[in-house]
């Protein structure tokens, strides 16, 4: 007899998914005066989430759907912060994208329509769901980049972007058919159970990890996946560039804990080995490489595909507070990323880009206020203490050096200050040269807001960094 699955878990998806159709249907009704409907409605959806997610917040793991979808701690914290992250993303973005013709429903739509993709990648507990939701996300933010249609640049990126990100796709699908055809499963705790009777040296197994492995490297921008970063990052529209720079990184880390932890942790001495492999690379060449950068997204971007290395550093020490620290690492970068792409579009205005590095020149003449939030972000991202960068990246180092990895540990550090050279080149930009322009920068007053308190908690949460870490902890220890 069928049974009716318990829908429940899954209502903050079902509304986030409704709410899009509505806004689609809409906006075919809507005037050019009225289109700020829209954007408006697109906000509440996110609020609406947030509520219907908090009030059935709990630390129990709950499955349903044939154990297809998975509620727990991990999944809820996640969703939180990728609704307030896309919140804050539409806020920056919306003067950005009326300034260039992009003011359209559409774009409010597509953008809600990756945020599903990042829940449903956030509760998979079946390997189908968790293509699904990825998929999802990858066709969103593929048109979101080639959103500005008449743009030449755009369109490549898109082009670029979205032929690697097939490979990728079809990489992790075999991964996943691999798998299958070693447990006789997709569901990911069958997988994990079936691993469990099998021995860790199974060629068919280890062919189906190294091929997931490879999916998610691409798809999180790891070396040598890395490609498609920094030519969508200085190709696409800046916020769509904000978009893919913050919220989707959540879903990334979803995903690894879902597959690599969820259920292939039995295989942890094989993909460790990869990891490291991974996370070394990412971390010298996008250091390295970002210093001879002139364009400030392009640098942005070899900037992500270090902080990917460092956030696999927690992963690779196969315990839960290694995990815990990556899930910190990945929230404050998404917060930093977002702040420092929200400041690129507030120095942007109809016709002008200010994405190359000169932009910045004398910034501190000009506004001061806006080149301390600036400096407070490079600082940041740099992990210059005190700054919530600093203790993301000495906890997953922390993570490291308890399980004994401290060749690594010393690795990544060298790295960091190697790395912390071009943040603070920006800093001198704005503080100690002259502006090559004088005029003023104009910006909406919730922009201004906003953008002030994303870089300003990035010193005043300080205090609370030990209840950040600890929700981090609690996330962790209610996985499925």
């Known amino acids: 007899m069928f049974e009716v699955p318990n829908i429940t878990p899954a209502i903050p998806e079902i509304f986030v998914f409704s709410m899009a159709c509505v806004i689609l249907v809409l906006d075919l009704y809507l005037s050019e005066r009225l289109r700020a409907v829209s954007y408006v409605l697109a906000l509440v959806t996110l609020v609406g989430a947030a509520f219907l997610t908090l009030s059935d917040f709990s630390n129990t793991s709950i499955t349903t759907f044939s154990g297809m979808f998975v509620d727990d701690a991990m999944a809820d914290v996640i969703k939180l912060a990728t609704y307030v992250l896309v919140f804050f993303v539409f806020v920056y973005s919306r003067r950005y994208i009326q300034e260039r013709d992009m003011y359209r429903g559409e774009y409010f739509v597509l953008g809600l329509f990756g945020v599903v993709g990042m829940m449903v990648m956030a509760s998979a507990g079946h390997m189908l769901t968790l293509y699904l939701g990825l998929e999802l996300l990858a066709l969103c933010v593929y048109t979101l980049v080639a959103f500005q249609r008449d743009s030449a640049v755009a369109t490549e990126a898109a082009m ?140 942005l971007a070899y900037s992500t595909i270090a902080h990917m290395g460092y956030l696999l550093l927690g992963i690779i020490s196969a315990t839960p507070n290694g995990y815990s620290s990556s899930l910190f690492y990945i929230l404050v970068y998404a917060f930093m990323s977002l702040g420092t792409f929200g400041i690129i579009l507030l120095m942007s205005h109809a016709g002008f880009e200010a994405e190359r590095l000169d932009d910045f020149k004398g910034l501190n003449q000009r506004n001061p206020f806006y080149a301390l939030l600036m400096l407070i972000l490079m600082f940041s991202m740099a992990g210059v203490p005190p700054t919530l960068g600093f203790y993301a990246k000495l906890s997953v180092i922390q993570a490291l050096i308890d399980v004994g990895l401290v060749w690594l540990a010393i690795v990544a550090v060298l790295f960091a200050v190697i790395g912390a050279y071009y943040y603070l080149r920006v800093v001198k930009l704005m503080y100690f040269d002259a502006p090559e322009v004088d005029e003023p920068i104009a910006a909406g007053s919730e922009m201004q807001v906003f953008i002030g308190a994303n870089a300003l908690a990035m010193v005043l949460l300080l205090p609370w960094v030990g209840n950040l870490m600890a929700v981090c902890a609690m996330a962790i220890k209610g996985l499925a």
């Open 160 to 299: 670029k972007y979205f032929v690697l990100g097939a490979l990728a796709s079809g990489m992790l699908l075999y991964g996943m058919s691999m798998l299958y055809g070693a447990t006789g499963s997709l569901d990911i705790a069958v997988v994990n159970e079936a691993i469990g009777h099998m021995s860790a040296d199974d060629l068919i197994l280890i062919f189906g990890l190294v091929f997931v492995v490879v999916g998610l490297a691409f798809k999180l921008g790891a070396v040598p996946f890395h490609m498609w970063i920094p030519d969508v990052y200085q190709g696409a529209p800046t916020s769509v560039t904000l978009y893919i720079a913050t919220a989707p990184k959540l879903a990334g880390f979803a995903i690894i804990m879902r597959l690599l932890i969820g259920g292939l942790e039995d295989l942890v001495a094989s993909w460790q080995d990869m990891l490291i492999i991974l996370a070394v690379l990412s971390i010298a060449v996008g250091n390295v490489i970002a210093i001879a950068q002139t364009n400030l997204k392009r640098m």
